[in-house]
T-cell receptor, first 114, second 111 residues
Framework: AQSVTQLGSHVSVSEGALVLLRCNYS??????LFWYVQYPNQGLQLLLK??????LVKGINGFEAEFKKSETSCHLTKPSAHMSDAAEYFC????????????FGTGTRLTIIP | DGGITQSPKYLFRKEGQNVTLSCEQN?????MYWYRQDPGQGLRLIYY???????QKGDIAEGYSVSREKKESFPLTVTSAQKNPTAFYLC??????????FGSGTRLTVV
């Protein structure tokens, strides 16, 4: 079974600094991988998804992620943090795009320091 | 605009009561899902339905029930058998090409 590990349940960065949120998965077969953002008491919004092809994926709101098969990782980055980026971020994987099951990480809460 | 509507946003349940959470979508998606979210645990799959009149248990189905009588609707009932129902519940639907769309959630509290 797939598992997803998000390192750091809470991350704080200063406004304008680099955002790096870490996600590692356990699979011998490269999965489909998704990053979602959740604002308080809201649903999840898709930031980006990795399916096949280019390993550097650009998402919405200036976020991007690099899929590294050799490290079984897909860390989320943003060059310059904005106050509006404060939210919880979830990494999720599935065995294929049509899979009925997404396996979620436990989430990372991002705080932006003014 | 197409989307998923969950209601109510906040729900309070007394011990021993059943409650039903509503989920409606106008995206014409075949597949619908219910997830439970607890702090520090991510999202866990309760039930899912790939087609009308059919549904399957997810990882934590005990104490929950669902129905799928219409394509647009996938209500979740939290029964008295669910011993720890306080959580945030998220409904989602899926397009096979574009992936998942989530509702804005229902926060259930046992009082």
């Amino acid at each position: 079974a797939q598992s997803v590990t998000q390192l750091g349940s809470h991350v704080s960065v200063s406004e304008g600094a680099l955002v790096l949120l870490r996600c590692n998965y356990s699979s011998s077969v490269p999965p489909y991988l998704f990053w979602y953002v959740q604002y308080p008491n809201q649903g999840l919004q898709l930031l980006l998804k990795y399916t096949t092809g280019a390993t550097l994926v650009k998402g919405i709101n200036g976020f991007e992620a690099e899929f590294k098969k050799s490290e079984t990782s897909c860390h989320l980055t943003k060059p310059s943090a904005h106050m509006s980026d404060a939210a919880e971020y979830f990494c999720a994987v599935s065995d294929d795009f049509g899979s009925e099951k997404l396996t979620f990480g436990t989430g990372t809460r991002l705080t932006i320091i003014p | 605009d197409g989307g998923i509507t969950q209601s109510p946003k906040y729900l309070f349940r007394k011990e021993g009561q059943n409650v039903t959470l509503s989920c409606e979508q106008n995206l014409n998606h075949d597949a619908m899902y219910w997830y439970r979210q607890d702090p520090g645990q991510g999202l866990r799959l309760i039930y899912y339905s790939q087609i009308v009149n059919d549904f399957q248990k997810g990882d934590i189905a005990e104490g929950y029930s669902v129905s799928r009588e219409k394509k647009e609707s996938f209500p979740l009932t939290v029964t008295s058998a669910q011993k720890n129902p306080t959580a945030f519940y998220l409904c989602a639907s899926k397009n096979p090409f574009y992936g998942y769309t989530f509702g804005s959630g229902t926060r259930l509290t046992v009082v």
